[in-house]
């Protein structure tokens, strides 16, 4: 990606065919489908890239298994219609990105024949909706072969698991891998540039953004023939940029994630609860190093403080220790997610964990903004085929064919399973650092190495022990626009989300990185430094948590 002051220049002296607004995976997945269409493309985002919902997802690339309970239980057409367009786009996502995605085997345990009955249909119902797109066909395991996949599952009452193939991601890599492919391929992104208005033309329509530049504080304009909203759960409020008249379309469900130690739960298999007190399901993963645990599934609005609260924790563990033989207590876990879901309404007062998970583009007949509502990562692609189509109607040129189905993302050239042993050898690096590596960046872990040549004290381990160096960091500043130290230790390379105490015990070196590469003075590194602890130290009191270091500031 280019630096910040190339891109700022190229922004200015454009006048481009469709400016992106949010950079998440709605936003990304739209600039990539219509750079590749051959339009000139500019994508902005408020924060950094990725940094809202699209880094606090389940990480699955899925239809959706509830979705199609619901949409079975009520006879709901359009659910089912979401969910057999999810299992399309599944195995297109896989594809599309080897290194960042890959199939996982989830195991539902059943208490009843009655469960096993109804899992194994459902779950038979699944696969053959996937078509051409299924990865595995569902199964039914014994008590014994179980227990062998999941040692630590309360075995008490239990009759066997239905065993059912997804996909699992890193989101917040497939985000920038998406950034980064679209800017490889001529878009403009930038991060940190928040869209705070509208000029329009005589017609009134949209002629050019009013940008605020969180970092330097300036302002600057961005001119382009239209708009594309897709900033997620704050799509309303562009909206009403654009038209002061509209009425709000999205309604806002928080569902918080929470990571355990992994060493404590189980080896390589991912388990799906199926019913919670509230009538969800609660998926427990094993995600990098981690045992994932979540979601919670409540209305929520845009003023509401998004952390991980006490309360959800407590909720995730009493389902999780239902079926576990040695329960997780608070004090084991070590990081968590919260984000918003963007739900379209259809105006009526339904519960909200029952709202589809589909998309709209709409089209503001007056300002001629185009924005890209609801949807789910699993999606993204599929949304952003239908908002570019929508963008060349506007634009008043031919619908040309979508190329983003078979599109593969940056890092994915020469990728496959055994690609890490190559760096081995060449660098000299440790097996689980040329693994670790190459499922971040895939071939790109070839430049991250290729930094440890120049400077070796870059292969030194971020933390002693774990596989990560610090060559990523300075990759991730100097390529892939990161510019705070959450940008690198959450979204780049995912420290945050294995432990917060790793990661507060990190920030004063990814403050000297910042400060070498962006000439960052000593007051404003040590004060980066000190407002990253605090967030983070917050967060973890809000969780109920212990920081291990005294609380800053
Ligand atoms: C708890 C949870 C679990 C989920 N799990 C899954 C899952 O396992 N699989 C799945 O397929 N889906 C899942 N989803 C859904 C999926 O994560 C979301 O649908 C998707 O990430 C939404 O992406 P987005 O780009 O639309 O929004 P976001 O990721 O929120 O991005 C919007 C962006 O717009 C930017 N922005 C806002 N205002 C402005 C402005 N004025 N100017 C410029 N930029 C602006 C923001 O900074 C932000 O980066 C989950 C969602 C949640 C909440």
Not at 190 to 209: H, P
Not at 456 to 476: C, D, F, M, N, R
Not at 533 to 547: S, V
């Amino acid at each position: 990606m280019k630096s910040r002051s190339e891109t700022m220049a190229s922004i200015k002296n454009t006048t481009f065919d469709v400016c992106v607004i949010g950079g998440g995976a709605t936003g990304a997945g739209c600039a990539l489908d219509a750079e590749l269409r051959g339009l000139r493309t500019v994508l902005l985002d408020a924060a950094d890239f990725v940094s809202a919902t699209s880094s606090a997802s389940t990480k699955l690339v899925h239809g959706g298994v509830r979705y199609l309970q619901q949409s079975v239980a009520e006879c709901d057409f359009g659910q089912y219609r979401v969910v057999r367009r999810a299992l399309r786009e599944r195995k297109l996502m896989l594809a599309n990105a080897p290194f960042l995605a890959r199939p996982l085997e989830l195991l539902v345990p059943c208490f009843s024949r009655r469960d096993a009955y109804y899992f194994r249909a459902g779950l038979k119902l699944y696969d053959w909706i996937s078509g051409q797109g299924m990865l595995s066909p569902s199964r039914f395991l014994s008590v014994r072969e179980s227990t062998v996949r999941l040692p630590m599952l309360n075995t008490a009452g239990l009759v066997g698991t239905v065993a059912y193939t997804d996909g699992q991601f890193d989101d917040a890599r497939y985000g920038i891998a998406l950034l980064k492919t679209f800017a490889e391929n001529g878009g403009t992104a930038l991060n940190y540039a928040r869209v705070a208005g509208f000029a329009k033309t005589k017609d009134g329509k949209l002629s050019k953004a009013h940008v605020e530049d969180q970092l330097s504080q300036q302002c600057f304009t961005v001119r382009a023939k239209t708009f594309v909203n897709a900033t997620g759960p704050f799509a309303d409020g562009v909206r009403k940029l654009a038209d002061p008249g509209i009425h709000p379309r999205l309604r806002l469900s928080k569902g918080i994630h929470i990571l355990l130690p992994l060493e404590a739960a189980f080896r390589l298999d991912a388990m799906l609860i199926p019913k919670t007190d509230d009538g969800r399901v609660i998926f427990a993963i094993p995600w990098q190093g981690r045992l994932l645990v979540g979601t919670t599934d409540d209305e929520a609005t845009l003023d509401d403080e998004l952390a991980v609260k006490q309360e959800e924790v407590e909720y995730l563990l009493r389902h999780l220790n239902r079926y576990w033989k040695r329960p997780f207590s608070i004090d084991q876990v070590v990081s968590g997610m919260a984000g918003l879901r963007p739900l379209v309404s259809p105006g009526d007062a339904r519960n909200i964990k029952k709202l589809i998970r589909d998309h709209e583009v709409e089209v503001n007949q007056d300002s001629g903004l185009i924005s890209v509502l609801g949807g789910k990562w699993t999606t993204y692609r599929a949304m952003a085929e239908d908002a570019v189509n929508v963008v060349q109607q506007c634009l008043k040129i031919a619908v040309s064919p979508c190329k983003t189905q078979h599109f593969q993302l940056t890092g994915a050239e020469g990728y496959g399973p055994t690609f890490w042993h190559t760096l081995v050898p060449k660098f000299h690096t440790s097996p689980d650092t040329a693994q670790h590596l190459s499922e971040k960046f895939g071939t790109h872990a070839v430049e991250v190495l290729e930094l440890t040549r120049v400077d070796k004290q870059l292969a030194t381990p971020i933390v002693a022990g774990a596989p990560g160096i610090h060559a990523e960091i300075v990759y991730s500043i100097r390529y892939e626009m990161a510019a705070s130290i959450e940008d690198v230790l959450a979204r780049r390379i995912g420290l945050q989300w294995f432990s917060w105490n790793s990661a507060i015990a990190a920030a004063p070196l990814v403050g000297s990185y910042l400060a070498r590469e962006h000439g960052w003075s000593a007051e404003q590194t040590q004060q980066a430094v000190r407002d990253y602890t605090f967030k983070l130290q917050r967060t973890m009191c809000l969780a109920g948590l212990k920081p291990k270091h005294a609380l800053a500031g």
